[in-house]
């Protein structure tokens, strides 16, 4: 369906151009025949506000964005069809058309595009990659842009440009000039595995072309000062106004704090709040009855469940 424009006395977004942008030329993954992509409302309300604009300077409001929900919610399909929209769609402010509104232009119009998914390992790029292989291949996308090829190890966009996935143990990353980068699970960015340090460079390379990136974490435990812990704390000093900047737009939903796991009306009441409309009973794909018997299983340790199926940021069960 498309998405309203625009009005005046609102806070001016490219959010819902893009929204039409990915309706139009992207595939939903994981489906037998095509279905164009549709987020839910929950998904492209974090979409337009990401793509908000200043109205006094006319750039994006935003350089970084953190979205926090439970496994299975549809971060990675999200942020999938995201990086496509900033490879090939009109993402870029451009000044202000005779009624005000945004006016817009592709990457390609500035600098060549360069699009990075990022994780600690090869493996869990595969959460991204897969599905932006399938938006592109399975949609439109390639017939409405020629000389656009989804390999499987990388993108080729027309008129040069490219989507690649990164890991931690490359050799090194600094000096790449992206435009947009993914950092994939950032609760496992630690020290220990080059996550802290592979997150120290993309700023730098953001910086030199006036990018943007977006976290996708599932809730990190305290203490391990994971990349993600970071991005948490960066935007607490927003909230108590103690950051010089505030460019970050976190968006963290989690399930609330006295949800009983033992207790089945607690429980489901908690993981439809953690879910939001991803749960099938809110109208999406998420069987919450599934993660019960998931949750209740003696396998599964407590504290594991509040972090993944609760999004409830808590200590590890093995700390002291």
């Known amino acids: 369906?498309?998405?309203?424009?625009?009005?005046?006395?609102?806070?001016?977004?490219?959010?819902?151009?893009?929204?039409d942008w990915m309706a139009e030329h992207l595939a939903t993954p994981d489906r037998q025949d095509y279905e164009p992509f549709q987020p839910t409302m929950e998904q492209a309300q974090f979409i337009i506000n990401f793509y908000a604009i200043n109205p006094y300077n006319g750039r994006r409001r935003y350089r970084r964005g953190v979205i926090s929900r439970p496994k299975g919610w549809g971060k990675s399909p999200l942020l999938s069809a995201i990086a496509c929209a900033e490879a090939l769609a009109p993402v870029v402010p451009d000044g202000w058309d005779a009624k005000g509104r945004p006016v817009r232009k592709p990457w390609i119009a500035v600098r060549t595009p360069l699009i990075q998914l990022c994780a600690v390992s090869e493996d869990q790029t595969a959460n991204s990659w897969d599905p932006l292989l399938e938006m592109l291949r399975e949609g439109p996308a390639c017939d409405d842009y020629p000389g656009l090829e989804p390999m499987n190890s990388f993108v080729n966009l027309p008129f040069k440009g490219k989507i690649q996935f990164v890991t931690a143990n490359a050799t090194s990353r600094e000096g790449n000039r992206p435009v947009f980068v993914v950092l994939d699970q950032t609760e496992t960015w630690l020290v220990n595995n080059g996550g802290v340090k592979l997150a120290a460079r993309l700023p730098r390379n953001l910086g030199k072309t006036g990018g943007s990136s977006i976290e996708s974490p599932n809730a990190f435990v305290p203490?391990?000062?994971?990349?993600?812990?970071?991005?948490?704390?960066?935007?607490?000093?927003?909230?108590?106004?103690k950051a010089r900047d505030d460019g970050l737009l976190y968006d963290h939903r989690e399930a609330p704090p006295e949800t009983d796991l033992y207790d089945r009306d607690s429980l489901m009441a908690g993981?439809?709040?953690?879910?939001?409309?991803?749960?099938?009973?809110?109208?999406?794909?998420?069987?919450?009855?599934?993660?019960?018997?998931?949750?209740?299983?003696?396998?599964?340790?407590p504290q594991a469940t509040r972090r993944y199926y609760l999004n409830a940021i808590t200590h590890a069960s093995d700390s002291w």
């Open 1 to 19: 369906m498309p998405w309203k424009p625009h009005e005046p006395g609102e806070v001016p977004t490219l959010g819902y151009d893009v929204l």
């Open 223 to 241: 203490g391990e000062q994971s990349v993600a812990e970071v991005s948490a704390n960066y935007f607490l000093s927003i909230r108590e106004g």
């Open 271 to 301: 993981l439809e709040q953690a879910y939001g409309e991803a749960a099938e009973c809110n109208g999406g794909w998420v069987d919450l009855d599934r993660i019960i018997a998931e949750i209740w299983d003696p396998a599964t340790d």
